[in-house]
Every structure is written in C-alpha cells, then in structure tokens.
C-alpha cells in the first residue's frame, strides 16, 4: 500500500519523449510555413518595387518638356505674300510657319542667315509642331500679322532627350541625333533661361502624334472614359439583375447549375476571345464602325459581365437568411424582400466587385486590337461613335516606336495608367469598408 505509483514515462521512458519530439516536429514545421510566407511576400513586394521603379524612373520625366522662348516675328511676307486674307482667309492655313520659328531662333543664336547648315541645324532644334501651333495663334488673331511676340515653342524630341540627360554625350556626334553646336547652342540658351523644362501639359490634351514631343494620351483617355460610361451603363443593371434573379428566384436544378457553371468559365476565358466575338456580331455582322468606343464599350461589357454577376451573388449571399426571413415575416413580397432589404445591405459588395470589373477592363488590351482601335487619332472624339482609341492601346503604340523620346512616353502612360487603376482600386476599399455590415 505505501508503494509510490510510477508514471508510465517512468516506467516506459519513451512515450513523452516521443509525444515531445512530435510537438517539436509541428512546431518546427509551422516555423518554416511562417518563413515560406515572409519569404513570399518579400519578394512580391521586392518584385513590385523594381517594376514601379523600373516605370517612375523612365517615365516621371515624361511629366516635363523642354521648350525654347523664340521671339517670332509674323512676317506677312511668309504669312500672306498675294494679301489675300481678306478675301480668302484659308490663306493663313498654307504658310510655312516652321520657318518663322526658326528665323526667331536663328536671330536669337545670332547665326548668319547665309550660312544654311547652321540655320538648318537651329531649325532641327525646334519641334515640327510650331506649324500647328503659330497657325492656330495667326487664325485666331489676325492681327499679330507683321508684329514680333516672344512665343514659347517646344524644342525637339532629341534636344528634349538630350537636355533631360537621356543622351550620353560622352560618344561621338556620328553616333548621336544631336551635334556638338546644338549642345552648345542648348546649354546657351539654358543658361540664359531662354530654353528650360516646363510641366508637360501636351501629355494629356495631345493626341496621337508621330514626333514625341507633340504625342499626348488626351484621345485615349476621352476614348478609355467612354468605354468605361458604356461598360458602367451596361453591365451593372444586366448584372446584378442577372445575379438577382439566379440567387433570389429561380429555382434550383440542372439548367440554372449548368448557367453558373457557365458565367463561371466566361470569367476565365482570355479577353482576346471576346475580342473576337466582338470582331464578329458587331463590326462585321452589325456594321458598326472600327476604332469607335462604342464598339470597345460593348466588348469589355460583355467581358466585365461574369466579373460583376460573381461578385454580386457572392454579396447576396453574404446577406444572413434571417433577413430575409424576418422581412417575409412581416408580409413584405419576395420582391420587396430583395429591393428593400437584401440589395441594400449587398450593395458595398456590387459597388466593390463593379468597380474591379471596370478596373480589369480599363487595363484590357488585346480585345481592342481585334476590333481596330489602334488608328492614328489625332482630333479628340466628340462621342462614343468616332474613332478613338484607350490608354492601354495606347501605351502598345508607343512602346513599338524606335525613337528614344517615346521610351519615355510609354513609362509615363503606364503611370498615368497605373493612377486610374490605384484610384479605382482605393476607391472600391473605401466603399466597402464605408458601408459594410459585419454579421
């Protein structure tokens, strides 16, 4: 009776040890797990951080243009040589107004106007779209006809490449767009403030332009805010009232499973495939015309719809059934049920899954190939009818161009794309943290 009862550790002497050696094991184990997680996410974010770097780096100057103050004197001998504006006033329209521009630029360098390679090198400084830009001043006020006013022009693409630093200078003039006299003449004029980096504004008025200091995304932004409006007025009602319907009314059996199933694998097909859809029933079998941002519209609406109907039933039915009971309780119709009391209390979810909808579409890309929005669009499209063209495409363009200046160009688009997408995004988790319920 006074024998001590020896604990089966004791006795065995391996089965605690054993039971610690399998803690430790588990323990170890959910270490490494932890591990493999950090190690995942650092690398995610080490990878996201050198492609935003790899962006902003190239692209923050596109925010930025040289431009050269040239006092240009309005000569009517260049302008109007007959006089015929009076008369004709389409006349302005003709002039060779890039040469005015480089007469002021040669006056201001004080280069002999005899000697043509200097002067034709000055003329190389400024951009080819002076033309446009002092015929516009000339038509719209006649009357600076014979004057000379200090007008700030954009310099060219490779001056502005070289003044931002993008050119190595270092090589031999053979083997760059821009001599050793233009270099002197740049850092001439910088140091005198007459030729200096100005906020870009052109970046988001102009259109499309085939010299990079006069292209611009103003026609792709018109185009991607159109498309959006049609994406917005289309596939959020046929949305949610598909999503209503399924989750809400209709009953359950194999043709309403094989729909989801369905909406379900519409959601994974690639974009292109809509894209071809959209080639076929609407350009060539409904007529309507190519590059028009109707035609995207209709195409990233049918792409944004299983997004939408996914995300919409999710919400509904996040809903606790009790509401819906007690709402039915009280004698409220099943329509009333779901318009009164289900649909708003599942409205942060529709406005989040939307709102991500239009985020994917406004990124998309290889459906408005197929369809032709890629023309050259210089006018910005007064309606969803005219050709246009959408920021992403927009950005495709120009990464296939050759010249140095539109490297930059691309980067820049790509943040001002990145924006529209930060501040869909930002918006879509304000929304849901706003008004959502917790049950």
Known sequence: MSDAVTPPAAVAGTG?????????RRYAAERRFRAYGLIAIALGILFLTALLYTVISKGYTAFQQTAISVPVTFSEKIIDPKGERAQNPQA?????????????????????????????????????????QLRDMVLADPSIIGKTLPVWILAS????????????????????????????????????????????TGLFTYGASSRAETAGVGVAIIGSLYMMGIVLVLALPIG????IYLEEFAPKN???????????????????VFGLLGLAVFINF???????????????????LPTIIIATRAALKAVPPSIRAAALGLGASRTQMVFHHVLPLAAPGVMTGTIIGLAQALGETAPLLLIGMVAFVVGVPASPMDPATALPVQIFMWANEAERA?????????IILLGFLAVMNITAIILRRRFERRW
């Open 16 to 24: 605690i040890q054993k039971r610690d050696i399998g803690i430790k």
């Open 92 to 132: 302005l329209m003709m002039a060779n107004y890039p040469v005015l521009a480089r007469n002021g630029l040669v006056r201001e360098l004080g280069i002999d106007p005899k000697n043509k390679k200097l002067v034709s090198a000055a003329g190389k400084m400024l951009s080819a779209g002076s033309r446009v």
């Open 157 to 200: 693409g490779d001056i502005d490449s070289a003044f931002k630093g993008q050119v190595d200078l270092s090589v031999d003039q053979a083997r760059r767009q821009v001599d050793d006299q233009q270099i002197a003449w740049m850092n001439q004029l910088a140091k005198d403030n007459i030729l200096v980096k100005r906020f870009n």
């Open 240 to 243: 949610v009232a598909a999503s």
């Open 254 to 272: 194999r043709w309403t499973d094989l729909i989801e199933v369905n909406i379900n694998n519409l959601a994974a097909v690639p974009s292109i």
């Open 286 to 304: 409904a007529g309507m015309p190519r590059s028009a941002s109707l035609v995207g519209g209709l195409v990233l609406s049918l792409m944004t």
């Open 406 to 414: 539109f490297v930059e160009r691309t980067s820049g688009a790509i």
